[in-house]
């Protein structure tokens, strides 16, 4: 069980009010962190912000000053639909989190991209938001601005209507409406125009596997569209290309030169955001993931996650030999 993961914990209705806020809190907590991760791309930020929902949600449960006429009051009693509280929390919670977030991402050393998630091989046995936050959707999401990306997550991949959007974003519902078509208009010009078959995505990136270890330039220039594009995110924290990389040629041997410098590596098989991916494996250590983009069988796009930071969406960070 990884970090997204939680138990369901049920109270009978006869538990105090704090026992039943629990247990629901327990069983929101994957939907919770998806918003929160659908907003930030971070999986350690939306984890602070799930965690901060919980502390704001004790201190409602906290029992107020008794009223003369009513006696002893729980503030749990004030929220009438307490997964829309909790929702709207985390929503607002992480929307100042990713305000502040764009600020430090100006300072940001090279290309920032967001943190992996690994899921279940099988769709089916994975958390929501292996099939709403694919890795390429994460990508275009990071291109909005913070109230249109907050719109289109809340309302298009959560289903939350806009009057709920609108009580997240303290916006009307008809100004989350126009937020959220402008980012759809934009997710749709941005995202991959083919829909690629697991299968068929699986053998593309074996077949990258190969040829990066294997130092085949040919391969990789067959693999690669012409226009592809390289984008290495090391955070200043280990090496990696400060600029994005264009061309099939200079990714291919840029590919091909680094793996020679560091020929202990070798590749390991994973599905990040419901796609298959590899994580490169040195010394038994994961030290990056490959998020590869394709269309019509040839990849025009490669991720490199190499901050060592953005590795906690990883079951674990240590790989067999």
Known sequence: MNRTEANTTEAPAEAPPASRALAEFEQLRPRLFGVAYGLLGSVA?????????????????????????????NGIDEIEDLTGWLVTTTSRLALDVLRSARTRREAYVGPWLPEPVETAPDPADSVSLADS???????VLETLSPAERAAFVLHDVFGLTFDEVAAALGRTPAACRKLASRAREHVEERKPRFDVDPEAHRAVVEAFSKA??????????????????????????????????????????FLVGTHAKYTDRHHRPIVINGSPALVTVGGGVVDGVFALGIENGRITTVDLIRNPEKLHGLRNTRAEQ
Not at 46 to 69: G, H, I, K, N, Y
Not at 133 to 139: C, E, Q
Not at 221 to 241: I, N
Request: net charge negative.
């Open 45 to 73: 930020e939306a984890e602070d912000v799930v965690q901060d929902a919980w502390v704001r949600l004790q201190r409602t449960l906290m029992p107020r000053e008794p009223r003369q006429t009513d006696g002893d009051v």
């Open 133 to 139: 936050m694919s890795w390429a959707m994460l990508v």
């Open 212 to 253: 990066t270890r294997s130092g085949d330039l040919d391969g990789l220039l067959e693999l690669l569209d012409p226009e592809a594009v390289l984008t290495s995110d090391g955070g200043g924290l280990v090496r990696a290309a400060r600029n994005p990389i264009y061309g099939a040629e200079k990714v291919a041997r």
